[in-house]
């Protein structure tokens, strides 16, 4: 089975400041990666994506992450946030192999930029 | 285009009551996911739908829960009896076969058990 844990429930920063937040999952097999974002009173929203091939992937608004396959992670990261990148950040697996796109999400975490 | 769904947004119900919430995919999706996000606790996997396979319903919670698809389009999960403990943002998602096909989500319905 799979597992995902995002160890930082919440995330303080100042604006303009660089952010990461960390994944790390469990998985006997290969999996692909994604992180969700979930701004307040808004539905969740693809980020980013790993799926093979290049190990940094590059999103929407600025994000990237990088997968470690080695440390089984895969953190998100901005060099400079704004305001309104306060919001929910889910960062989830899915297996290759089981043929559907069943997702296992983290426990999430809040970035609440300030200031 | 129109992206999922989901109605009602807010549902508040007394202990005890059935509950039905409703999602509409995105046209042409031919996978429906349902997921339940509690406070502190993430999105909790629940169903899943894929054309006229058998349904995945290893993340029902209890024999309470139960969901089904109609048509291979409009989806309804259904709660029997429920219990505070079912107070919780139900989340319906959407996507083309396959498992590096992005899910698109809806707003979600609340879900408040009284």
């Known amino acids: 089975a799979q597992s995902v844990t995002q160890l930082d429930s919440q995330v303080p920063v100042f604006e303009e400041a660089p952010v990461e937040l960390r994944c790390n999952y469990s998985?006997?097999?290969?999996?692909?990666l994604f992180w969700y974002v979930q701004y307040p009173n808004q539905g969740l929203q693809l980020l980013l994506k790993y799926l093979s091939g290049s190990t940094l992937v590059k999103g929407i608004n600025g994000f990237e992450a990088e997968f470690n396959k080695s440390q089984t992670s895969f953190h998100l990261r901005k060099p400079s946030v704004h305001i309104s990148d306060t919001a929910e950040y889910l960062c989830a697996v899915s297996v290759p192999t089981s043929n559907t796109g069943k997702l296992i999400f983290g426990q999430g975490t809040t970035l609440q930029v300030k200031p | 285009g129109a992206g999922v769904s989901q109605s009602p947004s807010n549902k508040v119900t007394e202990k005890g009551k059935d509950v039905e919430l409703r999602c509409d995919p995105i046209?042409?999706?031919?996978?429906l996911y349902w997921y339940r996000q509690s406070l502190g606790q993430g999105l909790e996997f629940l169903i899943y739908?894929?054309?006229?396979?058998?349904?995945?319903k290893s993340g029902l919670p209890s024999d309470r829960f139960s969901a089904e698809r109609t048509g291979g389009s409009v989806s309804t999960l259904t709660i029997q009896r429920t219990q505070q403990e079912d107070s919780a943002v139900y989340l319906c998602a959407s996507s083309f076969l396959g498992p590096n096909s992005p899910l698109h989500f809806g707003n979600g319905t609340r879900l408040t058990v009284t």
């Open positions: 046209s042409g999706h031919t996978a």
């Open positions: 998985s006997s097999v290969s999996v692909y």
């Open positions: 739908f894929q054309g006229n396979s058998a349904p995945d």
